[in-house]
């Protein structure tokens, strides 16, 4: 993408509405617009980042077995009389009528609608287990819709669920959710600890929050200091395996939020110098509700002895839109963003610094076209801005590389490469920075 076509409309002012640094780098760095309390546009620099990290969470969930589906974001009223939760969830539901004055609401979240689709289809324990996600727009009507995108009304969430004939095989279900998120935040470069956690509204007994530790988190939370150190998964993991081991280490580890902490227990089993207090965001929750909506809903499936029984479910939601501001908190400094690579615009910033000399614009374009065509995304800042700004820009965006051509360095043969993350630059061809790049 050259610069001069694309829409990157960078602030040089920090926006006063913005109370924390996330927020404050997506307005200055052109990745979001608000259009209402708690509801943005998402701009084409911060849609790209959604999409990443949305596929990222896709080929997770993917490889642990879900089903891919799109739900819609309206719901029918009625369907959530059956589970009881349309007057239970109050005012943070979205109550919208249509031109026949039926009732609809802007689906929260899913239970009732895949419970609806599950029990349409599915009649047999042979058809199990299964689990069916999505990654949708939901609503809630937040009361302090806050901090840009980390509380939004309107805001991406992926959401799975998953169907076993028993309480042992949602176990497995919900373990192998618990293995797919460890892995999914990971890959987005972050460290998000699977801490204890109450129902709330969604309901159930076993539920799980993963939270990354954040001094603007909006959660008090309790660790032994060791559990950052844990081993994540890797891509072999088998799913069809015995995941228990996995969940029994990073479980066994004291971690919880405030709501489910207890002090007692923190200080019998955490030696004192492990013991971190601190703050987090909560950016995935996993429940495991057994009969809740099934039993309800009426959602049977025969055994293999014939007999009907209702399902047993859990839902598994990561906060997609969420992430994009949790990823910033954890990773920026002064100047700007800091993408992990897997989730980054673009992976490489070319700057030409003198835009209309002849051998520094034959030289960007040769190493446009070939990472271009290498699969390397490039935003070629092709303007004629001075190179302190430019300099600057790319420190705001944030991208992981940055292949600054000049006319003095060209006489010499050299470009230079500046690392984003480390702040080190060499000089070197530009056949090795593109080896290096690609
Ligand atoms: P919170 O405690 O922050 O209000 P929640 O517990 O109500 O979140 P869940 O029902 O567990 O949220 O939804 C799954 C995920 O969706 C959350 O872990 C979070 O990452 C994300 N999420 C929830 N509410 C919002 C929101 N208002 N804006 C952005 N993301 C959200
Ligand atoms: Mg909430
Ligand atoms: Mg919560
Ligand atoms: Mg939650």
Request: charged share 25%; proline share 5%; aromatic share 10%.
């Amino acid at each position: 993408m050259r610069l001069s076509r694309y829409f990157l409309p960078t602030l040089k002012e920090n926006p006063a509405e913005a109370q924390i640094v996330s927020h404050r780098l997506m307005l200055r760095s052109g990745m979001i617009r608000q259009e209402a309390a708690g509801i943005y546009a998402w701009l084409p620099l911060g849609f790209r980042v959604l999409q990443n990290i949305e596929q990222i969470v896709r080929e997770e969930m993917d490889r642990a077995g879900a089903i891919e589906l799109l739900m819609p974001t309206l719901q029918l009223a009625d369907l959530w009389r059956e589970s009881g939760r349309y007057d239970a969830y109050g005012p943070e539901m979205l109550r919208i009528k249509d031109r026949h004055e039926r009732e609809l609401l802007y689906g929260p979240t899913n239970e009732e609608m895949i419970t609806e689709i599950f029990r349409s289809y599915v009649k047999s324990y042979r058809n199990l287990p299964v689990n069916l996600y999505h990654t949708q727009w939901k609503f809630r009507d937040e009361q302090r819709p806050r901090f840009g995108v980390m509380r939004g009304r309107e805001f991406l969430m992926k959401d799975a669920y998953s169907f076993d004939l028993d309480e042992a095989g949602a176990r497995l279900s919900y373990n192998r959710m618990f293995v797919a998120y460890l892995r999914i935040f990971a890959r987005l470069g972050l460290k998000a600890i699977p801490m204890r956690a109450e129902t709330g509204p969604i309901g159930g007994d076993l539920s799980h929050e993963f939270i990354i530790l954040a001094e603007t988190g909006e959660s008090g939370v309790f660790i032994d200091k060791n559990v950052l150190d844990l081993p994540v998964p890797g891509e072999d993991v088998d799913y069809d395996g015995d995941l228990t081991p996995i969940i029994k280490q990073w479980t066994d580890l004291y971690a919880a939020t405030e709501d489910v902490h207890d002090a007692e227990r923190f200080a019998r089993e955490v030696p004192e110098e492990r013991r971190v207090a601190t703050r987090g965001i909560e950016v995935g929750q996993i429940f495991y509700f057994g009969t809740k909506y099934s039993q309800a809903m009426k959602a049977v499936v025969s055994g293999p002895d014939g007999v009907e029984r209702p399902v047993h479910g859990g839902s598994y939601g990561v906060g997609v839109s969420r992430l994009v501001g949790g990823i910033i908190e954890a990773s920026h400094d002064d100047n700007g963003i800091i993408w992990p690579e897997g989730v980054a615009p673009f992976k490489v910033g070319l700057v030409n610094l003198k835009v209309g000399d002849a051998e520094a614009d034959a030289a960007c374009n040769e190493l446009y076209e070939k990472l271009t065509k290498a699969g390397v995304s490039v935003l070629y800042d092709d303007t004629d801005e001075r190179a302190g700004a430019k300099f600057s820009n790319m420190d705001l965006i944030g991208l992981p590389w940055q292949l600054v051509v000049g006319p003095r360095g060209l006489k010499s043969g050299v470009v230079e490469l500046k690392n984003r993350a480390t702040g080190e630059r060499i000089e070197l061809s530009p056949e090795a920075a593109l080896n290096k790049l690609t």
